[in-house]
């Protein structure tokens, strides 16, 4: 039997709407959370998820 838990949002610990199994290979995929608002990268695999840093856009001087 395939075992499956919620994602938690990074920020807030709350559940989101989308649900994983063990089985389940994502790549930066943007999470959305309806709690906080917020936006965050993540990847996973074998139920272990983690946060993709990227760094802030930096502007350009002349």
Do not use: G
Not at 19 to 24: A, C, F, P, Q, V
Not at 33 to 53: F, M
Request: glycine fraction near 0%; include cysteine.
């Amino acid at each position: 039997m395939k075992r499956t838990e919620w994602i938690l949002c990074s920020i807030c610990n709350s559940k989101n709407r989308t649900k994983i199994r063990n089985d389940t290979i994502l790549e930066n995929f943007p999470l959305f959370c309806p709690k906080c608002k917020q936006e965050t990268l993540i990847s996973v695999r074998e139920l272990n998820s983690s946060v993709i840093k990227e760094p802030d856009a930096k502007t350009q001087s002349r």
